[in-house]
């Protein structure tokens, strides 16, 4: 079936509705896409298996597949290319979703043809966004293809013109394609370390060539000179010894001329030259054919190395327009990451005069907030938790205890027994917390750990006394590290526990106070020596050290 014979499904108002077919052999999958896409104006078909599926497009052809990599008898690989192998359903984008994040399984995705890619778990907002995107460059497509008929036939009644008018439609397909896919991704993210991986990723799927690195400046360890940061395709070792230095006669012929643009240059062109060598033989060595300057604000970010083209043809000016659009992206992208992480890192700093005020009301859990961030930051790594929901994750930790600032210093330096009424002002301190990052917009998203940190899977925690999963995953992640510091480390009135006496204590109580799944993490992690128990220094024991020497 054709694109034009598509069946119509109008709304209220007259207008068409998209279709769409998820695929996917986990029926709770299924469900919520269906409720989540109908909600949002779209027809939506299903199927079950890779072979369903080619059969519902048979029967009805798709504006767009949601396709799921794990499935019964054909795989999502599978399917993708039989669609993108097929001239009928070619131009049906696909999203591939899977529940591995690498990059491998990216890449292959894309080179099956996939439009874009999905990892689960995802939100169904996430999802949204995608889908509209898509349906907007189809959109943009489909004006295209009107412009592009419009041109035929201008063509046809000047033949003069026919050169010229199909070389200006190629480059508004690839200023369409390259600027508005390729270089969205770049700059949707401000992630350094993800961002660079996206964009090797993209110059091996969309240029097809074997091999790609990027070489990048470390602003703080040496600004002047540049080191793999990333890479795909090439040996390790061969790119880890390439460094440029930034008075290298190398850079300076590949920089461009003051006031013009950076541009892609061939190694060969550069091959005759001897003063070049030192830089030029390891990069054909490692197998690059093509360098090109990342430039940002006519300065020197990073160098793009890529290799020969899998087809083994030469590059095009096509080819060359796509790598300078790349580069110039990614110099932005690289200096919006640096900034953001700049700006985290003046948040945290912001945090640490917090965190250093509450210590110096309670001096008997000196560093315990500093402890608890790392031991929440290493469980959520363990989690494979994305860079944003690890720095929500650590800001909390670093204030889950913020509230004991409104707590009085008698109450927590007090030696003996708290009365009834002490506890609940000391019990009063998740919500003080709480009300107190209210209207501070960066560290509002850690509002929900602050006041839950105490909470119990059972119930019989506080403020709320909620259970299971009313409790977010990040207030149970803080609830399980803060109690094992708390175990671990030395009070005047006793000692700390042992690295097993405090995990026998989280494994006995897994299930009732602490989250089973959070403590099995972390048991897992201290067990296997990713994760270590910190070292603990209170005030008082180096008050009495002092005081034993004299």
Request: glycine share 6%.
């Amino acid at each position: 079936m054709s694109p034009d014979m598509r069946p119509a499904f109008e709304t209220k108002e007259g207008k068409q509705k998209r279709t769409i077919l998820v695929v996917d052999d986990d029926r709770r999958v299924v469900d919520l896409l269906q409720i989540s896409l109908s909600q949002n104006g779209y027809h939506v078909t299903t199927a079950g298996t890779g072979e369903e599926a080619l059969e519902s497009v048979r029967r009805e052809t798709p504006h767009l597949v949601i396709l799921d990599l794990r499935l019964p008898k054909k795989n999502g690989y599978e399917v993708c290319a039989a669609l993108k192998s097929s001239k009928d359903t070619s131009a049906i984008p696909i999203i591939m979703v899977s529940a591995t994040a690498e990059v491998d399984a990216r890449l292959q995705g894309l080179m099956h043809g996939a439009d874009d890619y999905l990892t689960k778990p995802f939100s169904p907002k996430e999802l949204l966004i995608k889908v509209r995107r898509i349906f907007e460059r189809q959109e943009r497509a489909e004006n295209l293809s009107i412009k592009n008929q419009e041109l035929e036939t201008e063509v046809a009644r000047n033949r003069e013109d026919l050169v010229v008018r199909n070389k200006e439609l190629r480059f508004q397909v690839f200023s369409l394609e390259t600027l508005m896919g390729l270089t969205h991704q770049l700059n949707s993210s401000l992630d350094l370390e993800g961002l660079l991986s996206t964009m090797i990723l993209s110059v091996v799927g969309q240029l097809r060539v074997n091999s790609a690195c990027l070489f990048l400046t470390d602003e703080r360890e040496n600004p002047k000179r540049l080191d793999a940061m990333t890479f795909k395709g090439v040996k390790e070792d061969l790119v880890r010894s390439i460094h440029f230095e930034y008075e290298d006669e190398f850079l300076r012929a590949v920089l461009p001329v003051a006031g013009e643009e950076g541009r892609p240059v061939r190694l060969g062109d550069l091959s005759e030259d001897p003063s070049l060598e030192r830089c030029v033989g390891p990069l054909y060595a490692a197998g690059f054919t093509l360098v090109c300057p990342v430039m940002m604000k006519q300065k020197l970010t990073a160098l793009l190395a890529v290799g020969e083209k899998v087809s083994g043809q030469e590059f095009q000016s096509t080819d060359l327009e796509m790598v300078k659009a790349l580069s110039e992206s990614a110099g932005i992208a690289i200096e919006n990451a640096r900034l953001f992480k700049d700006l985290q890192e003046t948040y945290l700093a912001t945090v640490r005069v917090l965190v250093s005020t509450i210590e110096a009301k309670d001096p008997y859990t000196h560093g315990h907030t500093e402890r608890v961030a790392q031991y929440s930051v290493g469980i959520a790594k363990e989690m494979d938790f994305t860079q944003d929901e690890i720095q929500t994750i650590q800001l909390g930790a670093f204030l889950h205890d913020i509230g004991k600032l409104h707590t009085s210093d008698s109450i927590l330096h007090k030696p003996g027994a708290l009365t009834d009424e002490e506890w609940r002002m000391v019990k009063a301190h998740p919500v003080r917390g709480a009300q107190m990052l209210q209207g501070v917009k960066f560290l509002e998203k850690a509002t929900d750990l602050v006041r839950h940190h105490h909470e119990r899977v059972d119930g019989k925690g506080y403020p709320d006394g909620l259970r299971g999963d009313e409790i977010t995953i990040g207030a149970k992640i803080v609830n399980v590290a803060d109690a094992f510091d708390a175990m671990t480390t030395e009070r005047p009135y006793r000692q700390g526990l042992t690295m097993e006496q405090a995990v026998a204590q989280l494994e006995d109580k897994a299930g009732t106070q602490f989250a089973k799944e959070i403590v099995e993490v972390m048991v897992k992690a201290l067990r296997e020596g990713r994760m270590q128990v910190l070292k603990n220094e209170s005030p008082w024991r180096q008050g009495a050290k002092a005081t034993a020497s004299n």
